[in-house]
């Protein structure tokens, strides 16, 4: 990489706040696709044409979607006059739940190619070509855009990080659901990808039988005898027990033989209870319900990465209401993995920063975007499909 363009803070409204199965944030495609129109137009310049763009990092600021109710469960709803010749304009506008947001980003982009003393000249058309563009389908708001270069010496490194703050990166997780899914598989040969998928995308819950006189018991008996090694193991398992979810066949042994020998008399009754009930509860055993926590660390969510061919390619001209008569045709889903919002100053090196870009990648019926780091996963195994069907195969 020669140089990072970064365009700091872009204000937009109204971007399209649906992704494939996922809401929130617009769909890391918006953004490349914004980053390969800006080289669509630089090609046709001949001033700037020996530069190149490639790849494009998104650093979110601040967001904000249309909902409202609980949870901010519904989108807004508006009423929009019908714009096809075939509805009467003398109609009511119809009532419509549209899925937008309005955020503040910042994109770094890749750029190849020497500017010398044409930087002033470059970053003024940057200027006015980004702000004849949408992002997400949202409109830039900015009256005047905050554009620099810099070059990838990791003497910038600590300049473009104190631009950035503060604000979070969107890192490529696919090596997380692959990994996830192999040892999903090792328990259950059945488990589906989107299963896989699914630990990462829902917030889950998962009962526990009732264990408080356990965990008092245990408590007071490790107090009372600090000095028996053995009675400290005992606590220890218990706790290592409670990091898990429950499950009956891996109650620690040495937890089951303690209360098989304890004594049973006035004072355990209800103690001994609580563990029978423990060790094998029914649909009227009262539990406590705890969330289940995400298979990795981190600020980790879903995100749609690309899409998948889901028919043969049909000639430019042959499928009615495509964007052009020169582009043939596939129908696709679109295809989602895991992402993570990592915080811009936990970047150390400018390899790291480098890492960050988002890039294209094509296979046979794939069309993806991939970190470089991801770059050579097993595409077919890190990520899933879902039925979002698209009908083009130029996505900007």
Known sequence: ?????????????????IAGFTWGFPAI???????????????????????NLSGCAVIAHEHHVHTYGKFDAEFTQNRNPPYLASHSKTDTPPVIEEGKLNMTVSLLIGCHGAIGNR????????????????????????????????SDDASNLRIIKRKLLPGFVLIDRANYLQEHYKNLCQINPETELLDAWLDFAALKKTARPKSDLIG?????????NLDDLSVSELQNEWQQHLMHPYHADVIPNILKEYFSNLE?????????QQWQDYLFPNEK???????????????LVPI???????SDEYPAGIVKNTRDNETPVYFVEAVHSVGEWKSVH???????????????????????????????????????????????????
């Open 119 to 150: 930087k002033d000249d470059f970053i003024d058309w940057l200027k006015k070509a980004c702000l004849t563009q949408r992002l997400a389908g949202g409109s830039i708001l900015n009256n005047a855009l905050n554009i620099e270069i810099f």
């Open 304 to 310: 749609m990465t690309g899409y998948k061919a889901i």
């Open 346 to 396: 936990r970047i150390q090196n400018i390899e790291e920063l480098n890492a960050c870009l988002w890039q294209y990648q094509y296979e046979l019926n794939w069309y993806l975007c991939k970190q470089l780091t991801q770059i050579t996963d097993h595409l077919r195994e890190s990520n899933t499909t879902v039925t979002e069907t698209e009908s083009e195969t130029d996505f900007y």
């Open 216 to 224: 008092k018991h245990l408590l007071v008996l490790s107090k009372n």
């Open 29 to 51: 495609t918006h953004f490349l696709g914004f980053t390969h129109n800006l080289e669509r137009k630089l090609k046709n310049i001949s001033e700037f044409a020996d530069i």
């Open 1 to 17: 990489m020669n140089q990072f363009i970064l365009i700091n803070r872009l204000t937009v409204q109204n971007a399209n706040a």
């Open 264 to 272: 049973a008399n006035k004072t355990n009754k209800d103690l001994l």
């Open 285 to 299: 055993t009262d539990a406590d319900w705890a969330y289940l926590p995400k298979p990795k660390p981190g600020y």
